[in-house]
């Protein structure tokens, strides 16, 4: 409502509350069509984009992670996440220590081309544990009266499952 | 299993495939008691945190954006999500323009303290319209076959969305 002086239309609006860009950058032509589809993904200045890995079935958000290029092609290809890990600088195959693979049902990109969504059987254990602490889900800490509460139960001794 | 040379100890462990670093910075005494949940939460460089909305109910992940401690303590204080958008550079009042409100049911904050979770109801349709093109979700692109498709429905015109 003229808070800002851009287009009201669609296509000039992003979800991230921007109202600039392209959803999708052209595709060269030159490019191998088999990899077209991770030149449309909005990678960010250190070559990255963000995940969120959902459970399939339950719904549950499990974890949040990163990919470089190389580990969505790698998690297409394998049908099993693969993240980069931005502190170790390389591939993070998700389970690769602690047994814990996730399988992959889907991949989504969001409307802006620069988020990735997994759905995902997290494997290892009866109830998934996605989160190094032992815990289901790393979104495990709920903000209650100016705290946050740790409110999910730890499912398996982290010294156990890095052994 | 001795890919790199650290402690397999899970409080030095990150579920971001880091293993280092504390999930929980100590929180300065002098601060006041009321904030101290927002100094727990690790802003990046930037002094953002990425957040994921998730529906109430149907557990559809509907969008991804980020906050600054002010749109988080906002977010908090009015029961609504509040964002902060990186290309306008201010708080983002998640339906300000579309009338797309975002109720907010609980905030959850990962294992990391790196990254926000909210559970929120999507207001202004009968099925929540999350994404600027009109659709429930911003997760709409499915891979498949080495393509992106267009798998959910467009449920009001943008154009009269954003009037």
Tied chains: 1, 2.
């Excluded at 297409?76 to 996730?102: C, D, I, M, N, T």
């Amino acid at each position: 409502m003229g808070k800002h002086a851009t287009s009201p239309h669609a296509p000039a609006r992003r979800c991230d509350g921007s109202a600039e860009g392209h959803a999708v950058p052209p595709g060269g032509l030159s490019h191998n069509v088999a990899m077209k589809w991770l030149d449309e993904v909005k990678w960010d200045a250190a070559g990255l984009v963000p995940v969120i890995a959902q459970e399939h079935g339950s719904k549950d958000v499990l974890m949040f992670a990163w990919m470089n290029r190389e580990a969505l092609a790698k998690t297409a290809e394998l049908g099993r996440a693969v993240y980069y890990s931005r502190s170790r600088g390389k591939l993070w195959f998700k389970g690769e220590e602690s047994g814990h693979v996730q399988t992959v049902h889907s991949i989504r990109l969001d409307c802006d081309n620069d988020v990735v969504l997994l759905e995902v059987t997290q494997q290892g254990h009866e109830l998934g544990i996605a989160c190094h602490t032992g815990r289901h889900s790393c979104f495990f800490q709920k903000y209650e009266s100016g705290r946050w509460h740790a409110v999910e139960p730890v499912l398996k001794d982290p010294e156990s499952i890095y052994k």
